[in-house]
């Protein structure tokens, strides 16, 4: 039992720390099925971006695809799994080895959703900033299970602004990434391919000709989704009519007093 764990942790190691796995995020392509998630994901996080000199903790960091958004800071590494680099190796119940009011910001990009214990990790969070840190905390709304090793839960806007609020944080910020009909088109490409019906039904033959158009060109309904539904990528959580959501962005600070 130990050794199949070893060897699946091995192999998410090696998948985390892959340049096409971090180029994908930084520079998502409209041929990925996964583009308008990752591309949205990586508009939201740049309004967070800083050449500010800061202690910065990424908590939680994979390959830290994003860390270049903060070229000046003192970037610190953490995570579950063994990477290249890692200042701290977490334990499972998400500890982290550092003192007190260490770091200015914390940074967790697609985390929250693996962790066991969300509410053990959101403190941890509060207690390594400093007063008057900041907190910059993405996960999923609607999205596949994917472990990495484990897949726990999602979240809404209000159930996340929750755990974060009684952790002790002020939120500055809340937003909804890739929404309603941008959504929708995520999910189409995500699951298109499992669409089967007899070819002899009107319907399967609709479907085995919207299939041609994914053979012929498969980044065009994202590049249609670009230019109708750019308004629906980063939203404010507080506007009304936006219940569908592919993940969500929470600015959150630790008080200063």
């Known amino acids: ?36 998630h990752l591309v949205d994901l990586r508009e939201a996080l740049d309004l967070h971006k800083t050449s500010e000199k800061i202690s910065l903790f990424d908590y939680g960091c994979g390959g830290s695809p994003y ?22 190796l977490l334990p499972a119940d ?34 390594v900033l400093k007063p008057g840190g900041f907190l910059v905390l993405t996960t999923h709304g609607h999205f ?6 484990y897949d726990f839960q999602r979240w809404t806007a209000d159930g996340l602004r929750l755990l974060l609020e009684r952790a002790g944080f002020q939120i500055k910020g809340a937003r909804k990434l890739t929404c ?14 499992q669409l089967q019906a007899p070819k002899s039904s009107l319907f399967g033959f609709a479907l085995w000709g919207f299939r041609g158009l994914w053979r012929f060109d498969h980044s065009w309904l994202n590049r249609c989704a670009d230019k109708y539904f ?3 990528g980063i939203v404010d959580a507080a506007v009304p009519d936006n219940k569908m959501y592919i993940a969500l962005l929470m600015h959150a600070e630790r008080p200063s007093a």
Do not use: I
Request: charged letters at 25%; one cysteine or more.
């Open 1 to 36: 039992m130990g050794s199949s764990v070893e060897v699946k942790s091995n192999k998410l190691e090696q998948v985390l720390e892959a340049d096409g796995y971090l180029r994908q995020r930084l520079s998502p392509r409209p041929s990925s099925s996964a583009y308008l």
């Open 180 to 193: 309603g009909p941008r959504a929708l088109c995520f999910f189409v490409n995500q699951w298109f391919w």
């Open 144 to 149: 596949e299970d994917h472990g990495c090793p």
């Open 230 to 232: 750019k308004r629906y």
């Open 67 to 88: 860390r270049s958004l903060f070229p000046n800071s003192r970037y610190f590494r953490a995570d579950f799994t063994p990477c290249d680099g890692l200042d701290f």
């Open 94 to 127: 998400s500890s982290v080895p550092a003192p007190d009011s260490s770091f200015d910001m914390v940074l967790s990009t697609q985390v929250l959703e693996h962790v066991p214990e969300p509410a053990n990790y959101v403190a941890e969070c509060f207690r």
